[in-house]
């Protein structure tokens, strides 16, 4: 199967810093890689996404990498606010399986 | 479109009883996935079908759980007898094959 590694598993930043939440995954058959932010006490909701025939999207403050080569692709999070503060995960899935697999989730604070 | 819908959204109960939760996954999505969610564990995948059918079940913690899905429109997870560890918030969610996938907003269950 596949197996998602997150990091870091926190991470504290002033209000307006950069963040940057990394994952690896360990099968190359998977080729779309979702990040959803978690507020507390709500659902996962998805806020970015790639596929793996792309190396970088971006969606205002909001950028994903992919790095097919290593297997790992990252979240960045610019100019940080504190409505920024959740759980991030990111997740993976394989070809023709529906399956995703999630990371173990990053807790993002951001301080004002 | 009103999204997945689950219900119902809270739910108190005691050791032994059984326990229901219900989930209308997003119109159209042909896969529908259980998972449960708790500090200590993260998020679980429990169980996904694709088109009605269950592809794999196995992170069903034990034969306490049980997950059908009837038609496209419906899914249940049922858990008998309910134990305490069993308290967690269990997200449904759908996509569409190799699609995003779309949580619903949990049922959180208090196994007293």
């Known amino acids: 199967g596949e197996n998602v590694e997150q990091h870091p598993s926190t991470l504290s930043v002033q209000e307006g810093d950069s963040a940057v939440i990394k994952c690896t995954y360990s099968?190359?058959?998977?080729?779309?890689f979702p990040w959803y932010k978690q507020e507390l006490g709500k659902r996962p909701q998805l806020i970015i996404d790639i596929r793996s025939n792309v190396g970088e999207k971006k969606d205002q403050r909001i950028a994903v990498t992919l790095n097919k080569t290593a297997k790992h692709f990252s979240l960045h999070i610019t100019e940080t606010q504190p409505e920024d503060s959740a759980v991030y995960f990111c997740?993976?899935?394989?070809?023709?399986?529906?399956?995703?697999?999630f990371g173990s989730g990053t807790k993002l604070n951001v301080k004002p | 479109d009103a999204g997945v819908i689950q219900s119902p959204r809270h739910e108190v109960t005691e050791m032994g009883q059984e326990v229901t939760l219900r989930c209308k996954p997003i119109s159209g999505h042909n896969s529908l996935f259980w998972y449960r969610q708790t500090m200590m564990r993260g998020l679980e995948l429990l169980i996904y079908?694709?088109?009605?059918?269950?592809?794999?079940d196995s992170g069903m913690p034990e034969d306490r759980f049980s997950a059908k899905m009837p038609n496209a429109s419906f899914s249940t997870l049922k858990i008998q007898p309910s134990e305490p560890r069993d308290s967690a918030v269990y997200f449904c969610?759908?996509?569409?094959?190799?699609?995003?996938?779309?949580f619903g907003p949990g049922t959180r269950l208090t196994v007293l």
């Open positions: 079908f694709n088109n009605n059918v269950p592809i794999d």
């Open positions: 969610a759908s996509s569409l094959p190799a699609g995003r996938e779309f």
């Open positions: 099968d190359s058959a998977s080729n779309y």
């Open positions: 997740a993976a899935l394989k070809g023709n399986f529906n399956k995703f697999y």
